[in-house]
């Protein structure tokens, strides 16, 4: 079976280089993993439909995806579903899903790292039956994302900017809302900020992100309704790793939740892996254990012994 390399040439980190020598060079090291490798080059918007005809082609079993977490977001729906093996190269600014699988951020030695590494079983989550690998969020998280894609994010520093721009708005304002969330256990009814459910619970690092991802449960991450303070409190928390500890934070985990929005409107969104969508009245979140093969490097967290 062959390899496909897929970069985002809108990515980051590959604006800088020249992605054709890039991509054969990365090729070239990746040849070893199937039946030889080619690379191909994409513009965001012709992403989703290259990762679809790479799923849907049966000589390929291994699609190595270049680009920041909205890429490699992609490329793990495709994999999904088509039962393909996926390999990440972090090319953009928080590379969150690669850093969960501990890959140099490097992309050289990530590349070094991949061509070695070990196909394992991780876990994926659905909202409504869409894919995601890092998180589903409603409230304070949507809204900064959402305004945060208004601003100028072409670059690093620039997405950071406007990154601390938006957060500062959201503590003067934060958002309020009522959720009904059932885990098994039957629904209960709360007024919160923020609302969150990972593929996989948070480690304690600055950067929301899980180091192990076959611990097969989601991390389900509810606030109460937050006053400016508790909200500025709550970021010096996360900003620490130490978001858990937060009192105006619960945390739990579940195999399955349903989300209920009783009082939702027309226009509310919800954010999928940092994309903003239509936030449904009512969103059922599955984790789906050791359904998504990874190409695991030997610093993963959770590798086999050798």
Excluded: W
Aim: glycine share 12%; hydrophobic share 40%.
């Amino acid at each position: 079976m062959r390899t496909v390399l897929i970069l985002n040439q809108d990515g980051g980190t590959i604006r800088g280089m020249d992605a054709r020598e890039f991509g054969e060079m990365a090729c070239e090291k990746l040849a070893g993993l199937g039946d030889g490798c080619e690379v191909r080059l994409v513009s965001g918007k012709d992403l989703v439909e290259t990762l679809d005809e790479a799923a849907d082609d049966t000589d390929i079993g291994t699609i190595v995806a270049g680009g920041g977490d909205g890429t490699i977001s992609a490329a793990a729906t495709a994999c999904f579903h088509s039962g393909k093996t996926l390999g990440v190269i972090p090319l953009g600014t928080m590379n969150l899903f690669a850093r969960g699988l501990g890959l140099p951020l490097d992309p050289p030695a990530a590349i070094e790292a991949l061509a070695s590494a070990t196909v394992m079983p991780l876990d994926i989550a659905t909202a409504n039956g869409r894919p995601f690998v890092h998180q589903f969020s409603a409230g304070m998280h949507a809204r900064m994302v959402r305004q945060r894609d208004r601003l100028d994010t072409s670059t690093r520093m620039r997405k950071i900017a406007s990154t601390i721009k938006t957060l500062g708005r959201v503590i003067l304002h934060p958002p309020k809302f009522r959720v009904e969330i059932d885990t098994g256990s039957g629904r209960e009814s709360h007024i919160v900020s923020a609302i969150a459910v990972s593929n996989n619970l948070f480690g304690d690092t600055p950067l929301s992100y899980a180091p192990v991802l076959d611990a097969g449960v989601l991390g389900v991450y509810q606030s109460h309704a937050l006053g400016s303070g508790e909200v500025f409190r709550m970021t010096l928390h996360a900003a620490l790793g130490r978001l858990q500890e937060d009192p105006g934070m619960t945390v739990g985990t579940a195999q399955k939740v349903t989300l209920s929005f009783p009082d939702h409107h027309v226009g509310t969104r919800a954010a999928i892996d940092g994309e903003i969508v239509p936030l449904d009245t009512e969103v059922e979140l599955v984790c789906h254990a050791g359904a998504l093969k990874v190409l695991v490097p030997d610093t993963y967290a959770g590798a086999p012994e050798a």
